[in-house]
């Protein structure tokens, strides 16, 4: 069983920046592959970055490649999504979601999600 708590969201400018932290409570947190989704209102929860459980593997989605970076901390059991650049696009709520074994960018495959937290871009 893993928990997760997802923290630092917030209101920001456009071009600003946000960093994004994921605890997650368990022993095994370095087993898992964790990624990070978004929803924005009206729509479908979609994809926007995951990585390994060494960490040593990452992968984006492509409208935020270069301006988004997924970390993990395993000795502090922690995730993190650091935002640059940010767009009015990028709004969302956005959470984090851990798998067993290796990273995927389809929600379903993930078994436990946080509750989620708020970016918002102005324009």
């Known amino acids: 069983q893993v928990q997760l708590v997802e923290s630092g969201g917030g209101l920001v400018q456009a071009g600003g920046s946000l960093r994004l932290s994921c605890a997650a409570s368990?022993?095994?947190?370095?087993?898992?592959?964790m990624g990070w989704f978004r929803q924005a209102p009206g729509k479908e929860r979609e994809f926007v970055a995951a990585?390994?459980?060494?960490?040593?593997?990452?992968y984006y989605k492509d409208s935020v490649k270069g301006r988004f970076t997924i970390s993990r901390d395993n000795a502090e059991n922690t995730v993190y999504l650091q935002m640059n650049s940010l767009k009015p696009e990028d709004t969302a709520v956005y959470y984090c979601?851990?798998?067993?074994?290796?990273?995927?960018?389809?929600?379903?495959?993930?078994?436990?999600w946080g509750q989620g937290t708020q970016v918002t871009v102005s324009s």
């Open positions: 979601a851990a798998r067993y074994g290796h990273y995927s960018n389809y929600a379903a495959q993930y078994n436990y």
């Open positions: 990585i390994s459980w060494s960490g040593g593997s990452t």
């Open positions: 368990g022993r095994t947190f370095s087993s898992y592959a």
